[in-house]
């Protein structure tokens, strides 16, 4: 039975809403959420809010100008192979066929790349001499529904095993 509002209508989305359990996990958190979806719980209606967020960067190693070419390199080939394949279904040529045009992609790719990537480190001088990895995260993961289904949402958690 879905929970109404003081008028006897289903709630307006962007109501008030109500937490109706908390987590340490993101895990845990979309999980109490699966479990409401896989009760029929119209999830539509919830949220997952991160409380106590806090940025963390973890550098992961010195960036010299050659570690950004041969880093430009490998994303340049891999550019440079889809264009290879893209083109290589319009276009052939007489002596390389298929394999000729992605041949072609995959080296103009990793040479553009690779001195892209270069001139990249080159031109901020040693301002950023390191390559990191950054990631938001949260203390608490609350789950929260729109007010007028925190009933239902409620007794359908309660029903949930534990794990």
Same mark, same amino acid.
């Given at each position: 039975?879905? *929970?109404?509002?003081?008028?006897?209508?289903?709630?307006? %989305?962007? +109501?008030?809403? =109500?937490?109706?359990? *908390? %987590?340490? *996990? $993101?895990?845990?958190?979309? @999980?109490?959420?699966?479990?409401?979806?896989?009760?029929? !719980?119209?999830?539509?209606?919830?949220?997952?809010?991160?409380? &106590?967020? @806090?940025?963390?960067? /973890?550098?992961?190693?010195?960036?010299?100008? #050659?570690?950004?070419?041969?880093? #430009?390199?490998?994303?340049?080939?891999?550019? #440079?192979? !889809?264009?290879?394949?893209?083109? *290589?279904?319009?276009?052939?040529?007489?002596?390389? #066929?298929?394999?000729?045009?992605?041949? !072609?992609?995959?080296?103009?790719?990793?040479? !553009?790349? &690779?001195?892209?990537?270069?001139? +990249?480190?080159?031109?901020?001088?040693?301002? =950023?001499?390191?390559?990191?990895?950054? @990631?938001? @995260?949260?203390?608490? $993961? /609350?789950?929260?529904?729109?007010?007028? $289904? $925190?009933?239902?949402? /409620?007794?359908?958690?309660?029903?949930?095993? +534990? =794990?």
């Amino acid at each position: 039975m879905r *929970s109404m509002n003081a008028n006897g209508d289903a709630p307006v %989305a962007g +109501s008030t809403r =109500r937490t109706i359990t *908390s %987590a340490t *996990s $993101y895990d845990a958190a979309e @999980r109490a959420v699966d479990g409401l979806s896989d009760q029929g !719980f119209p999830v539509e209606h919830v949220r997952i809010v991160g409380t &106590g967020l @806090r940025y963390v960067e /973890e550098v992961s190693g010195r960036l010299t100008t #050659g570690r950004a070419a041969v880093s #430009g390199i490998a994303q340049g080939a891999m550019l #440079g192979v !889809f264009w290879g394949l893209l083109f *290589s279904l319009f276009f052939t040529t007489d002596t390389g #066929g298929f394999f000729g045009v992605l041949s !072609f992609g995959l080296v103009v790719g990793a040479v !553009f790349g &690779g001195l892209v990537g270069a001139i +990249s480190h080159f031109m901020t001088a040693g301002r =950023r001499d390191f390559a990191s990895v950054a @990631r938001t @995260r949260a203390d608490r $993961y /609350e789950v929260q529904v729109d007010d007028g $289904y $925190y009933g239902e949402a /409620e007794q359908l958690l309660a029903r949930m095993p +534990s =794990r």
